[in-house]
């Protein structure tokens, strides 16, 4: 995407400042590459450096983890939490565990998280953190001295109207309820609000789990009605199994559509009648092991290392693992094989070349940014229910998360045909959630 001439010097800043961060110059790139228009229709965003603004964090945290392994053995790992935007409300987003988490990535992260905040139109602000922490083969007591560990520093700088974090990549409910038992510990506070993604009963909310899965999916319902059809006899690619990937594939069957492959980082698994969901979730949920276990009970499936989940023709694709997963070559044959379109269930899992291809050949592509928004909009929903000390049943809140949903792709929707820009979300989702956030810090003055 090419960056309009008034916001060059404000991405020059960007590059320089942050050096060594890929992931976030390439997810600043793409909002300056969506925003120019706005400057036009307002003046005074750019007379108060608010992109400036947004594109700097309002404070880094960087810190130290120490524990101690099954053997005895002390390891250290570096934990980060990246305190984006608090305009619309306290910092909010997750925590990942995997070890190509940095700086940068947490940047691109929360950068990402303040616009996504913004379209679920809730009083939420953007955040993002994680550890260089490796949980894989890890034992039970080792992923919690280890979650101790970062809660030990991280809970000085938590709060349920100062920041509250909640799962993502290898964070999920067991690692919620080590990180929330460790914060009670130490500030002897049954805060539920601090933190999200906690279970059913110690103060969770239902759906949550299934939110940002079930929340894509009702994107990329919204996106084919739109184009006079639906997900219904659909044939689907969803790849990753993690808690995305597994929701979707629930959601999409639900509705009709049939997903034939997912992954994980080893390879991927193809079954032409259509993934079996329960062995899925036995094999990932349940013993945490690889979907290539899948194919010792499934004889009709595949797996395949090497090449591409991509490969596999579809007409609805969701990557839903983790980010620039999606290349222009993959673009290219997923365009080859039909595909009418693509959702992103993870965060920019599409490098640039990729997103560009489907718009230049007029495929509906939905940015993580809007279609991922589901988890973090249930999480709000939690905040609710905790601050109220409620609890809703499944029906109600799966109705509010597919109400929000609809909500922000018809923002998206009418926010890119206003722009000139119709069809396409990206410009649509990075102009609308760029709107609230810069609107709200200029109420609030210069912050
Ligand atoms: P999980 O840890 O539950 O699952 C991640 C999945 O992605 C696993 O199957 C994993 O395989 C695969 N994966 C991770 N890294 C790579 C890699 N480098 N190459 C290939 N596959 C990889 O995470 P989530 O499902 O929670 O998150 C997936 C994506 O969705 C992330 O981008 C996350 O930021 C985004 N997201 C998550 C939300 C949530 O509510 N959980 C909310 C919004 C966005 P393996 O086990 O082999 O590592």
């Known amino acids: 995407m090419t960056i309009d001439e008034r916001l060059e010097q404000v991405w020059d800043v960007v590059v320089s400042r942050n050096p060594g961060e890929p992931e976030f110059h390439q997810a600043v790139q793409e909002v300056l590459g969506s925003i120019a228009p706005v400057l036009e229709k307002h003046p005074e965003l750019a ?27 002390i390891q250290i790992n570096r934990g980060f939490r990246v305190e984006f935007n608090s305009a619309l409300g306290p910092y909010k987003g997750g925590l990942r565990f995997h070890p190509s988490v940095n700086l940068g990535i947490v940047k691109f992260l929360g950068f990402e998280q303040t616009f996504k905040n913004a379209l679920t139109q809730m009083p939420i602000g953007g ?20 979650c101790q560990s970062f809660m030990t520093e991280l809970y000085r700088h938590l709060g349920e109207y100062t920041d509250v974090p909640a799962g993502d990549i290898g964070v999920g409910g067991r690692e919620i309820g080590y990180l929330f038992g460790q914060y009670k510990r130490i500030t002897n506070r049954y805060e539920s609000g601090v933190i999200t993604g906690k279970g059913i009963t110690w103060g969770g909310a239902l759906v949550r789990p299934e939110a940002t899965g079930y929340g894509a999916t009702f994107f990329a319902e919204e996106m084919l009605r739109v184009r006079g059809t639906s997900l219904d006899g659909k044939t689907c690619v969803v790849s990753g199994s993690g808690n995305v990937a597994i929701y979707a594939i629930e959601k999409v069957h639900q509705l009709g559509g049939k997903v034939v492959a997912c992954s994980d980082s080893v390879g991927y698994i193809v079954d032409e009648g259509g993934i079996d969901l329960d062995t899925l979730k036995e094999i990932k949920l349940d013993a945490r092991g690889r979907v290539s276990e899948y194919v010792e009970r499934r004889q009709a499936a595949k797996f395949v290392v090497g090449g591409s ?49 489907f718009l230049d050949a007029g495929v509906a592509f939905a940015p993580g940014k809007a279609a991922n928004a589901g988890g973090v909009a249930t999480s709000a929903l939690e905040m609710q229910q905790n601050a109220s000390r409620d609890s ?56």
């Open 392 to 447: 809703w049943t499944f029906e109600h809140t799966e109705q509010r998360l597919a109400q929000i949903m609809e909500g922000i792709h018809d923002a998206c929707f009418e926010t890119a045909e206003e722009y000139g820009a119709p069809g396409n979300y990206v410009v649509g989702a990075n102009i609308a959630g760029f709107l609230r956030v810069s609107q709200a810090m200029l109420a609030l003055g210069l912050i």
């Open 309 to 357: 989940i991509w490969d596999v023709p579809c007409q609805v694709a969701m990557p839903s693992a983790t980010q620039n997963e999606l290349t222009g070559a993959d673009a290219k044959s997923l365009i080859n094989n039909g595909v009418i379109a693509v959702v992103e269930g993870a965060n920019m899992p599409a490098t640039p070349e990729a997103v560009s291809a």
């Open 127 to 146: 955040g993002k953190g994680g550890s260089d922490f490796d949980p894989k083969g890890r034992s039970d007591g080792e992923i919690m001295r280890f």
């Open 47 to 73: 007379a108060h450096k608010s992109i400036e603004r947004i594109c700097e964090p309002e404070r880094q945290i960087i810190f130290r983890v120490p524990w101690m392994d099954d053997r005895g053995e």
